[in-house]
T-cell receptor
């Protein structure tokens, strides 16, 4: 099993550009999450999904959109990137309970110039 | 904010020594989890302790939970250079206070184990 994978690993954007981050899991997990990690800030939840076709806002959802069209994939979109969105983005998933052990992807390092 | 606070922010020890990290939180929890993050990598789950448990062991890891003090500690015994990483606590507050049942992560303790 690959576990949780993220694409791409690195990306540099200019202000105003858009992009989509892809998260895929092969563990048949119901719950999926997108976090951002900034120096000294820990992980903050952006959006999450409790199942295929559902999404919900987390702590810091502004400027991001998500979609979960297939159970194994969770997409994070930035429609108009801003320098404040420079961060490392992590995807995670778990089985059923929202606070069961979470399995994390390797992260995407995004820089917005 | 319900965010857990780890203490210390950074810890540097010699191989073979024990490392103790603490986590404090503000509101009642269902469970508390500890994760490790190696530099440039994703988080890896270490251990979960439920609110009705006081102590849990896993290999060289020992976690304690004191719900009356709203705090937890992670002890790594006989540390190795490979234990060098950041360690995060994450708390489950159920649906209290807007967390919507999701985990709240602390800011982490950066552990450096010197050979």
């Amino acid at each position: 099993n690959a576990g949780v994978t993220q694409t791409p690993k690195f990306r540099v954007l200019k202000t105003g550009q858009s992009m989509t981050l892809l998260c895929a899991q092969d563990m048949n997990h119901e719950y999926m999450y997108w976090y951002r990690q900034d120096p000294g800030m820990g992980l903050r939840l952006i959006h999450y999904s409790v199942g295929e076709g559902t999404t919900a806002k987390g702590e810091v959802p502004d400027g991001y959109n998500v979609s979960r069209l297939k159970k194994q994939n969770f997409l994070l979109g930035l429609e108009s990137a801003a320098p404040s969105q420079t961060s490392v983005y992590f995807c995670a998933s778990n089985r059923v309970l929202s606070t069961d052990t979470q399995y994390f992807g390797p992260g995407t390092r995004l820089t917005v110039l | 904010s319900q965010q857990g606070e780890e203490d210390p922010q950074a810890l540097s020890i010699q191989e073979g020594e024990n490392a103790t990290m603490n986590c404090s939180y503000k509101t009642s929890i269902n469970n508390l989890q500890w994760y490790r993050q190696n530099s440039g990598r994703g988080l890896v789950h270490l251990i979960l302790i439920r609110s009705n448990e006081r102590e849990k062991h896993s290999g060289r890891l020992r976690v304690t939970l004191d719900t009356s003090k709203k705090s937890s500690s992670l002890l790594i015994t006989a540390s190795r250079a490979a234990d060098t990483a950041s360690y995060f606590c994450a708390t489950d507050h159920g649906n209290y206070g807007g967390s919507q049942g999701n985990l709240i992560f602390g800011k982490g303790t950066k552990l450096s184990v010197k050979p």
